[in-house]
């Protein structure tokens, strides 16, 4: 496995890093082992100020980081920023919130006295994709280094700069050795790694097919496991929907990012009676973004991360339409000398066709007809995916009512899915297991442990329980 940075808005190649050895990755989980049997009966508190140095770090770095990102993945520099700024949010709300939300948790018993105490579990592995580099670390470090557990990572092949970055902030601010290393690591010495009995957890996000396989390596060693895989999210418009409120997000819905984020609207589910004024708007939309280069802040579509990315949603777009579905707007451009990919919206898309439930991950949007909002609901659930969702209604509870019977992690009501530190984040049905972010993203991985102290003699004949 090559990790290489290369520029997919001229292709320059930026930087080759070599692979980490096997004698390096036992050094790693040597010293990460370590540090957390010195971590165990630690206080959370004694890790706090380091990570809202962390917070203060890209803070004060925003455009040095941002242009990594934008460099390397073709992020435009807005959203880059956006993205840094995010980061230090969560690592601040982490170095706020950890201590409370890991208080011991008393219980009511006849046993006697009972409390419940959150203990670190052990080293995890984390395994990232690329679409938001930083992101996706900080929410798996910030919680689980207050937690206790030191993390590894192996990130995305084609942003390898914005990890090394990352730990680059991490020590620059006194994060003990072993808190948190990256490794340029192959398939193969990934599934060593989960073998390895001092490794204790994964949280892995990006492809179903990628998920399939770590959690079965992970399971096979009886390591706790948290997965995101990715989404085909509905974007529901009922009869009531407030155009002058969609005017503002619909387009954004599908094309931030490049349309390269797993809870972007995929599929714009709308009633006939707003069928062709849906349509219409987000071809505007689509039609009036302006292409260009993402270190230039005038730009609000940059390229796709890779030529590879952007062969993949060519060959996806190609097998659609053969399949049925009708282009209603846009062109494609199978051009691979670069990554540039224009905005393409497709309908007629039906069970039939191969590419139904397939994630498009890029700025290609589906819009489908149907009847009444029992079908738009309906459709929506048609899915294998279950990430996340929109509901835009007039009325605000009923839209609410609607949302509640989306089969997904996460629904909006009335906005575009965005995220928060407090907000957790995660999917069902095929989008994975598990959470992240929030109160519940800190539990993942850690030891419950439940400890029960009697302070009476025993009774036998009255022990108010059972013995298992």
């Not at 520029?7 to 980490?20: K, R």
């Not at 260009?292 to 062969?311: E, M, R």
Request: aromatic share 8%; glycine share 8%.
């Amino acid at each position: 496995m090559a990790y290489k940075s290369i520029n997919p808005y001229n292709n320059e190649l930026l930087h080759t890093y070599e692979n980490t050895t096997d004698k390096e990755v036992e050094s790693v989980i040597s010293q990460a082992h370590e540090l957390y049997k010195s971590w165990r009966n630690d206080d959370v508190s004694s890790r706090q100020h380091v990570l809202n140095k962390l917070a203060g770090y890209f803070e004060e770095h925003e455009q040095e980081l941002a242009e990594v990102l934008t460099k390397e993945m073709g992020k435009r520099i807005v959203e880059a920023k956006g993205e840094v700024a995010l980061t230090a949010m969560i690592a601040r709300y982490y170095a706020d919130n950890a201590e409370r939300i890991l208080q011991p948790e008393q219980v009511e018993t006849t046993m006697g006295e009972a409390q419940i105490i959150s203990r670190p579990l052990g080293v995890i592995l984390s395994v990232e994709p690329w679409n938001f580099p930083y992101y996706q670390i900080i929410r798996v470090f910030a919680p689980n280094f207050m937690v206790g557990n030191p993390v590894i990572l192996k990130h995305a092949a084609n942003t390898p700069g914005s990890a090394v970055a990352f730990e680059k902030a991490v020590v620059a601010v006194g994060a003990p050795k072993g808190a948190f290393k990256n490794l340029f690591v192959t398939h193969d010495q990934i599934a060593n790694i989960l073998a390895d009995e001092r490794v204790q957890g994964l949280a892995f996000t990006g492809s179903e097919a990628g998920g399939r396989v770590l959690a079965k390596q992970a399971g096979a060693n009886l390591k706790k496991s948290s997965l995101e895989l990715g989404g085909n999210d509905a974007f529901i418009i009922l009869d009531d929907a407030n155009f002058d409120e969609l005017d503002k997000i619909i387009g954004q819905a599908r094309l931030y990012n490049a349309g390269q984020v797993c809870t972007s609207s995929k599929r714009f589910i709308v009633t006939s009676k707003n069928y062709h004024k849906v349509l219409d708007l987000l071809i505007s939309k689509f039609d009036n973004v302006h292409v260009g280069d993402p270190l230039d802040p005038a730009t609000q579509l940059a390229p796709l991360s890779t030529v590879k990315a952007k062969q993949l949603l060519v060959d996806q777009v190609q097998k659609a339409i053969a399949g049925g579905a009708k282009l209603a707007f846009g062109e494609i451009n199978t051009d691979l000398d670069t990554a540039h990919f224009d905005p393409i919206i497709l309908t007629n898309m039906t069970p039939e066709n191969p590419m139904y439930d397939t994630e498009f991950f890029g700025p290609v949007g589906q819009v489908y007809e149907v009847s009444d909002e029992a079908a738009a609901i309906e459709l929506a659930n048609d899915s294998h995916y279950g990430l996340s969702g929109i509901v835009f209604s007039g009325d605000a509870n009923h839209g609410a009512e609607v949302a509640s019977q989306i089969e997904t992690g996460t629904v909006f009501v009335n906005s575009y899915g965005g995220t928060l530190p407090e907000l957790i984040f995660g999917g069902v049905k095929n989008s994975g297991y598990g959470r992240e972010l929030g109160e519940e993203g800190i539990k993942t991985f850690v030891n419950q442990e439940l400890i029960v102290t009697r302070h009476t003699p025993i009774d036998l004949n009255n022990a108010g329980g059972g013995f298992v």
